[in-house]
């Protein structure tokens, strides 16, 4: 049924800044503002107003939590001061956490599948190696292709000592707390996303 | 000697795509007499897109690790960071830290994983408000030795830097102060549209197109208004505007070659500081401009 | 009153005493004007001049007062003095601030003194002209204001003009007081954080307004006949079998708001198909009965739709908003989630208006979980479960949802209880109607027995720059009688309108005018002897002030009367004058400018414009020294409505070469002061061309526009091209006679 606020009531409560999603008054500032606005599926007003109106599959197989660029322009231009960044990371989250994330979305698979892992298995950012599995998540021959059209960028960055040669790069001396931190926070984190 | 704590963040390693910023920004502070003091063991603050796989605690635990780190080795010194998504992610978990008192539980009960806590105290600051606010904007001009007279420059203040915290005094739309900094090294600020326009952020990586698009408008719009460079103050900005220059033509048929600065690298080369000091020989397109300066 | 002498004194200061040769104003003044005293003072308006100025009054007999310095517009306190003869002559704003001077170039500095000159020439023939007026006075005037309508606003009326310690009358047609508020349950809130919904206030305003012994209340009560004028109303209440007069000086209409008729709504809104269908006001008094359920089962009702703008903003229906259902039905929202924690409150908007502080407000009950939605019903059936199945269109989503709900209600809106009538259409004259009926006042004029309407049946005068005036004056209305509004905004009009009241009541009392031209003492002299019946003074008066005995004689109401003198304008045969203002005193001033003769190539221009708008966009023109032709001549009018065509050909036959005529905006959306001035002023023009073309001259010389007081801008142009369009004609060959 329309309208039915369970989903409403459920994202208010534990999608990130979820609560917020209520105060929207639907003016569009946010769809005027973003950056990459003309691509996506719904605009943040919309995934708002989709919420409440009990959309959730709509909602959640929604690609547009993940054009978001964090440019944080609707954040300061809404009137109604919501955070509207932080809510659309949420959303996305939510849809992570609840099995609707396309795993083919590209962002999706960046962000949570190569970015996150990455700086996990060593507790900083290794770029050369992050940007080989952004190419290579498609397969061996794709990413050689999508290579070779970066390499004038590439050697670029490795001529002008930007880029690291070799992608390995080893943990930082702390690795084993930090490891031990991040399953805790994860831990907690799990229980109150099990809470939905 | 003025001493700060610092987080450099990834992408100001060595070797690592920031690395032109980072050389230029301790040859600033040692011409400033600044001391700037790493965080030993830091590590990633998960910038921007760290919530997809992070969520709200793990991210925020990354933050938490280094202020506590920080704490540990420096005490309450401020803390300053170079890149607007290191600067965003903790100053978005420390206000959480305080203003949350159950994450600020469940934060503390993860870091004391690492036998670690954190109960607040340290303020994050970027290196831009170090400048205006503990340097000041008559220092600034007053170490000019080689006036860019006559450079036309684009400052490019993007995204993080700016939103949501921005330099405090400054406006949202239309901030002034890297438009100040550049008249400060006597070098002329281009009035043009897209000063607080996105480049993509780190959508350069998954949505690669889209992105370029972006930076295209940027790219034209400050040619367009006479824009000899472009300088910046954030890493995320000036790799994607920089080094995707040639992806941009190939992708629009566009002629872009327009180097990509940092506010960093203006202010060593203006206050007399060698080519290599202001790390103009690491640029994917050449500093040519800055040349007749140098 | 003594002999008229004059007094006439120049302010040198600003810059007026470098620039012009005093000396020779001076002797404009006392040799060729012959008036008697005549000083200069570097600093008229300092303690000095203006001290100068009051001992000749009281040591040299002077009586009559020409101030030739700034604009009348300004240094009004300085400038006050215990005579009722009194002109300003503008050297400053209009003449030295808009003449190029300062390259030193001998023709501007000629043509300055020149410009000078004649306006003081035209302020002397004005004074000697003018006479002092002699308040119009009567022994039956009452300070007693009448309220008719018994609700909020007319509740705060009467309170407010009793505790200024005036009486009041209040007549209420029901049997209690209290009016629409009394039937509701909380109100929205008036008070910071402006979150918390409020007590009813209306039970503590009927005890205060009873308790007073200043007010008197009439129950049950209606108002057969309103005779009169301001000061002298004398207003038959029909209460039972009794008839009352009362003698009021001022009357304040507050009859409040019928609602739209729900029967008469689109089909789509499902009036009438499940007895769950309800209005906003049905809702609000479930809730004050403590009970929101469906009517049609008594089930509890915890989903809910309201579905505001019901045959609002709709060209089939009302085509207004009533302002105050927004937050009413936020009101209604919150109603809901409080007797139901787990209830659903669907907001159906427009656009949501909460303007004030309502915002808060909103977001309070967006907060509680109200859910709003851009978008219209489109559909109601009878659900499945009972209650309703309401289809609507999400406007954001662009998508059709079928919603189970229990109640749909509806905001309808507000029309005015206040009969009124076209202006254009007034009543039939003379009818005298066999019982109150349809009408609130009974009024006694030529126009009619109702209020005249400002738009869409709302009795208003002018709603942006003078609230609570209507166009019958010492009649003021407040409240949702005066247009749509809700509660707080009532009692702040009711507030204003009590004190606007009070001020006509003290006004006509002293025989002075009211708005717009409040405070002038003077009032329309008719010489009947000249009278040819023609009824344009009764039939052109904006305000009816003016009715016809049965051989078509004016009769003038004079404390019905604004002032404006577009009775004076209207006349044919110049019986209209007043002792300060007449056909006469701006025929001599036109003909006291000294007209170059031909061969100087030096034309003029008169320009008539209407104090209310144009004279203050003239000010501003000055003030930002704009420079305007040397040419023009500037007479102001009270109203456009006041012109006479005897001026143009008088213009005309003195040699004047072009006409140009600044009123108001006229029309709808007029931004007359009184009215219809400037319409009427055109439709008088219309027939200029005849007077013209009986001189053998253009029509192109005379040209009337609309001025409007932010027209500082592009003003200048107008002026200087309309004198460059003449300066390319031929001049006036009336010149040389």
């Known amino acids: 049924m329309a309208y039915d606020l369970a989903f409403a009531r459920d994202v208010y409560k534990n999608s990130e800044m979820g609560h917020w999603i209520k105060m929207c008054k639907q003016c569009g500032v946010c769809a005027g503002s973003c950056p990459l606005g003309p691509h996506w599926e719904h605009s943040p007003r919309q995934l708002f107003q989709l919420v409440r109106a009990g959309k959730k599959?709509?909602?959640?197989?929604?690609?547009?939590?993940?054009?978001?660029?964090?440019?944080?322009?609707?954040?300061?231009?809404?009137?109604?001061?919501?955070?509207?960044?932080?809510?659309?990371?949420?959303?996305?989250?939510?849809?992570?956490?609840?099995?609707?994330?396309?795993?083919?979305?590209?962002?999706?698979?960046?962000?949570?599948?190569?970015?996150?892992?990455?700086?996990?298995?060593?507790?900083?950012?290794?770029?050369?190696?992050?940007?080989?599995?952004?190419?290579?998540?498609?397969?061996l021959s794709a990413g050689i292709k999508q290579g070779l059209e970066m390499k004038d960028s590439a050697l670029g960055m490795l001529k002008t000592r930007r880029l690291n040669p070799i992608p390995l790069r080893g943990k930082i001396k702390g690795f084993a707390g930090f490891k031990a931190m991040l399953a805790k926070a994860q831990e907690l984190e799990k229980k109150r996303e099990a809470a939905a | 000697m003025k001493e700060y704590t610092f987080f450099p963040g990834c992408s100001s390693?060595?070797?690592?795509?920031?690395?032109?910023?980072?050389?230029?920004?301790?040859?600033?502070?040692?011409?400033?007499?600044?001391?700037?003091?790493?965080?030993?063991?830091?590590?990633?603050?998960?910038?921007?897109?760290?919530?997809?796989?992070?969520?709200?605690?793990?991210?925020?635990?990354?933050?938490?690790?280094?202020?506590?780190?920080?704490?540990?080795?420096?005490?309450?010194?401020?803390?300053?960071?170079?890149?607007?998504?290191?600067?965003?992610?903790?100053?978005?978990?420390?206000?959480?830290?305080?203003?949350?008192?159950?994450?600020?539980?469940?934060?503390?009960?993860?870091?004391?994983?690492?036998?670690?806590?954190?109960?607040?105290?340290?303020?994050?600051?970027?290196?831009?408000?170090?400048?205006?606010?503990?340097?000041?904007?008559?220092?600034?001009?007053?170490?000019?030795?080689?006036?860019?007279?006559?450079?036309?420059?684009?400052?490019?203040?993007?995204?993080?830097?700016?939103?949501?915290?921005?330099?405090?005094?400054?406006?949202?739309?239309?901030?002034?102060?890297?438009?100040?900094?550049?008249?400060?090294?006597?070098?002329?600020?281009?009035?043009?549209?897209?000063?607080?326009?996105?480049?993509?952020?780190?959508?350069?990586?998954?949505?690669?197109?889209?992105?370029?698009?972006?930076?295209?408008?940027?790219?034209?719009?400050?040619?367009?208004?006479?824009?000899?460079?472009?300088?910046?103050?954030?890493?995320?900005?000036?790799?994607?505007?920089?080094?995707?220059?040639?992806?941009?033509?190939?992708?629009?048929?566009t002629q872009f070659n327009i180097p990509v600065l940092y506010y960093s690298q203006l202010f060593v080369l203006a206050w007399g500081g060698s080519w290599e000091e202001a790390a103009l020989h690491q640029q994917v397109v050449p500093a040519d401009p800055l040349r007749r300066f140098a | 009153m003594e002999a008229k002498k004059i007094g006439c004194y120049i302010c040198t200061g600003c810059g007026i005493g470098e620039a012009m040769n005093v000396a020779a104003l001076e002797k404009v003044a006392s040799k060729e004007q012959k008036i008697p005293v005549t000083r200069s003072h570097p600093y008229l308006c300092g303690a000095e001049g203006v001290g100068m100025i009051r001992q000749d009054m009281a040591n040299e007999g002077v009586n009559a007062l020409l101030i030739?310095?700034?604009?009348?517009?300004?240094?009004?306190?300085?400038?006050?003095?215990?005579?009722?003869?009194?002109?300003?002559?503008?050297?400053?704003?209009?003449?030295?601030?808009?003449?190029?001077?300062?390259?030193?170039?001998?023709?501007?500095?000629?043509?300055?003194?020149?410009?000078?000159?004649?306006?003081?020439?035209?302020?002397?023939?004005?004074?000697?002209?003018?006479?002092?007026?002699?308040?119009?006075?009567?022994?039956?005037?009452?300070?007693?204001v009448l309220v008719v309508g018994g609700g909020i606003a007319g509740l705060t009326a009467a309170k407010e003009v009793a505790a200024t310690g005036y009486r009041a009358i209040l007549v209420e047609k029901?049997?209690?007081?209290?009016?629409?508020?009394?039937?509701?349950?909380?109100?929205?809130?008036?008070?910071?954080p402006y979150r918390e919904l409020e007590e009813n206030p209306i039970q503590a305003l009927i005890a205060t307004v009873e308790g007073d012994s200043h007010i008197k209340v009439y129950k049950n009560a209606a108002i057969r006949s309103t005779l009169g004028a301001p000061g002298l109303f004398d207003v038959t209440i029909h209460n039972g079998d009794t008839l009352t007069t009362e003698r009021v000086g001022s009357i304040i209409l507050t009859t409040g708001y019928s609602l739209y008729d729900p029967k008469k709504l689109d089909a789509r809104l499902g009036y009438g198909v499940s007895p769950d269908v309800v209005t906003s006001l049905e809702f609000e008094e479930m809730a004050k009965a403590g009970k929101i359920v469906r009517k049609s089962d008594g089930q509890p009702a915890r989903r809910v739709?309201?579905?505001?703008?019901?045959?609002?903003?709709?060209?089939?229906?009302?085509?207004?908003?009533?302002?105050?259902?927004?937050?009413?039905?936020?009101?209604?929202?919150?109603?809901?989630?409080?007797?139901?924690?787990?209830?659903?409150?669907?907001?159906?908007?427009?656009?949501?208006?909460?303007?004030?502080?309502?915002?808060?407000?909103?977001?309070?009950?967006?907060?509680?979980?109200?859910?709003?939605?851009?978008?219209?019903?489109?559909?109601?059936?009878?659900?499945?479960?009972?209650?309703?199945?309401?289809?609507i269109h999400d406007k954001l989503l662009r998508g059709h949802e079928q919603l189970e709900v229990?109640?749909?209600?509806?905001?309808?809106?507000?029309?005015?209880?206040?009969?009124?009538?076209?202006?254009?259409?007034?009543?039939?004259?003379?009818?005298?109607?066999?019982?109150?009926a349809a009408y609130v006042l009974n009024l006694d004029y030529r126009q009619g027995r109702s209020m005249p309407e400002l738009?869409?049946?709302?009795?208003?005068?002018?709603?942006?720059?003078?609230?609570?005036?209507?166009?019958?004056?010492?009649?003021?209305?407040?409240?949702?009688?005066?247009?749509?509004?809700?509660?707080?905004?009532?009692?702040?009009?009711?507030?204003?309108?009590?004190?606007?009241?009070?001020?006509?009541?003290?006004?006509?009392?002293?025989?002075?005018?009211?708005?717009?031209?409040?405070?002038?003492?003077?009032?329309?002299?008719?010489?009947?002897?000249?009278?040819?019946?023609?009824?344009?003074?009764?039939?052109?008066?904006?305000?009816?002030?003016?009715?016809?005995?049965?051989?078509?004689n004016p009769q003038f109401n004079p404390t019905r009367c604004r002032r404006c003198g577009t009775c004076m304008g209207a006349c044919p045969q110049k019986v209209i004058s007043f002792a300060n203002y007449s056909v006469d005193m701006i025929g001599s001033m036109l003909k006291e400018v000294e007209v170059p003769p031909a061969d100087d190539e030096k034309p003029r221009i008169l320009v008539f414009a209407c104090v209310n708008d144009a004279i203050?966009?003239?000010?501003?023109?000055?003030?930002?020294?704009?420079?305007?032709?040397?040419?023009?001549?500037?007479?102001?009018?009270?109203?456009?409505?006041?012109?006479?065509?005897?001026?143009?050909?008088?213009?005309?036959?003195?040699?004047?070469?072009?006409?140009?005529?600044?009123?108001?905006?006229?029309?709808?959306?007029?931004?007359?002061?009184?009215?219809?001035?400037?319409?009427?002023?055109?439709?008088?023009?219309?027939?200029?061309?005849?007077?013209?073309?009986?001189?053998?001259?253009e029509s192109s010389r005379v040209k009337m526009v609309e001025v409007n007081i932010m027209d500082a801008d592009t003003l200048p142009a107008l002026i200087n091209d309309f004198a460059a369009q003449i300066g390319s004609m031929e001049l006036n060959p009336y010149k040389e006679f």
Request: aromatic share 8%; glycine share 8%; with cysteine.
């Open chain 2, 13 to 253: 390693e060595k070797n690592a795509s920031a690395a032109n910023m980072e050389h230029s920004v301790q040859s600033m502070c040692r011409m400033l007499e600044i001391q700037l003091n790493e965080i030993d063991d830091w590590n990633c603050c998960s910038a921007s897109i760290g919530y997809a796989g992070g969520g709200q605690l793990p991210r925020m635990a990354l933050s938490a690790r280094n202020f506590a780190l920080a704490k540990q080795q420096r005490g309450s010194t401020d803390l300053v960071a170079t890149c607007a998504a290191c600067w965003l992610a903790m100053r978005e978990t420390a206000e959480r830290m305080e203003h949350e008192p159950e994450v600020n539980a469940d934060v503390n009960t993860a870091l004391k994983e690492a036998n670690l806590s954190y109960d607040g105290g340290i303020k994050t600051r970027h290196m831009v408000e170090v400048l205006i606010e503990d340097v000041g904007w008559e220092t600034l001009k007053a170490k000019v030795k080689k006036p860019l007279t006559g450079l036309k420059v684009a400052g490019y203040v993007g995204c993080q830097t700016n939103r949501p915290f921005g330099v405090a005094g400054d406006d949202y739309e239309n901030p002034l102060y890297l438009d100040r900094m550049i008249e400060a090294t006597g070098a002329t600020a281009v009035p043009y549209a897209k000063k607080v326009a996105c480049c993509g952020g780190a959508l350069m990586f998954s949505e690669v197109e889209k992105s370029c698009a972006l930076v295209r408008d940027i790219l034209q719009c400050a040619v367009d208004n006479g824009a000899e460079v472009i300088v910046t103050p954030c890493p995320v900005c000036q790799l994607n505007v920089e080094v995707y220059q040639g992806k941009i033509n190939q992708l629009f048929g």
């Open chain 3, 305 to 391: 739709v309201f579905s505001l703008c019901a045959g609002q903003r709709d060209a089939n229906h009302l085509e207004y908003c009533s302002g105050a259902c927004c937050a009413y039905s936020l009101k209604h929202a919150l109603y809901l989630m409080e007797q139901y924690k787990d209830g659903s409150a669907y907001v159906l908007f427009q656009e949501l208006r909460t303007p004030g502080q309502g915002e808060e407000f909103y977001r309070r009950v967006q907060e509680e979980g109200g859910v709003i939605i851009k978008g219209d019903v489109e559909k109601v059936e009878k659900g499945a479960a009972g209650g309703l199945r309401v289809q």
């Open chain 3, 616 to 697: 203050p966009a003239l000010d501003t023109v000055g003030r930002n020294r704009t420079p305007l032709s040397p040419y023009v001549r500037i007479i102001p009018l009270r109203c456009m409505g006041s012109m006479s065509l005897v001026w143009v050909a008088d213009a005309m036959s003195s040699g004047f070469d072009g006409i140009l005529l600044m009123g108001c905006r006229h029309g709808e959306d007029y931004q007359c002061h009184n009215v219809r001035g400037s319409a009427l002023a055109e439709n008088r023009l219309s027939k200029v061309s005849e007077t013209l073309n009986r001189l053998q001259l």
């Open chain 3, 68 to 144: 030739a310095a700034c604009s009348h517009r300004f240094k009004t306190d300085e400038f006050q003095f215990d005579t009722p003869l009194l002109d300003r002559v503008d050297l400053r704003d209009k003449v030295l601030w808009v003449q190029d001077v300062a390259s030193g170039d001998a023709t501007a500095k000629e043509d300055l003194q020149m410009m000078a000159a004649d306006y003081l020439r035209m302020g002397s023939v004005k004074l000697k002209k003018m006479e002092p007026p002699d308040p119009f006075q009567d022994a039956g005037f009452s300070k007693d």
């Open chain 3, 455 to 552: 738009k869409w049946g709302f009795p208003d005068s002018h709603f942006i720059c003078f609230p609570y005036e209507t166009r019958r004056s010492g009649i003021y209305a407040a409240g949702p009688a005066r247009r749509p509004m809700g509660i707080a905004e009532s009692i702040t009009d009711a507030t204003g309108a009590a004190l606007k009241a009070i001020q006509a009541v003290e006004s006509v009392a002293r025989g002075a005018g009211l708005h717009p031209r409040a405070g002038d003492l003077s009032y329309p002299s008719f010489r009947r002897e000249g009278c040819t019946q023609c009824k344009r003074c009764t039939e052109e008066c904006p305000f009816g002030a003016i009715n016809e005995d049965e051989k078509s």
């Open chain 3, 406 to 436: 229990d109640l749909l209600v509806l905001a309808t809106g507000m029309l005015s209880t206040v009969d009124t009538s076209d202006p254009n259409n007034p009543s039939p004259v003379g009818q005298v109607a066999s019982e109150e």
């Open chain 3, 174 to 192: 029901s049997a209690a007081l209290g009016g629409m508020v009394a039937r509701m349950h909380k109100v929205t809130p008036s008070r910071a």
């Open chain 1, 57 to 139: 599959e709509e909602v959640l197989r929604s690609n547009s939590m993940w054009m978001c660029t964090s440019c944080y322009n609707c954040i300061v231009r809404c009137p109604r001061e919501l955070p509207i960044t932080h809510i659309v990371h949420g959303l996305a989250r939510y849809a992570v956490v609840h099995g609707y994330a396309d795993p083919k979305q590209s962002t999706h698979r960046f962000a949570s599948n190569i970015f996150w892992p990455n700086i996990v298995s060593t507790g900083r950012v290794g770029e050369a190696m992050l940007t080989m599995r952004l190419y290579f998540a498609d397969g």
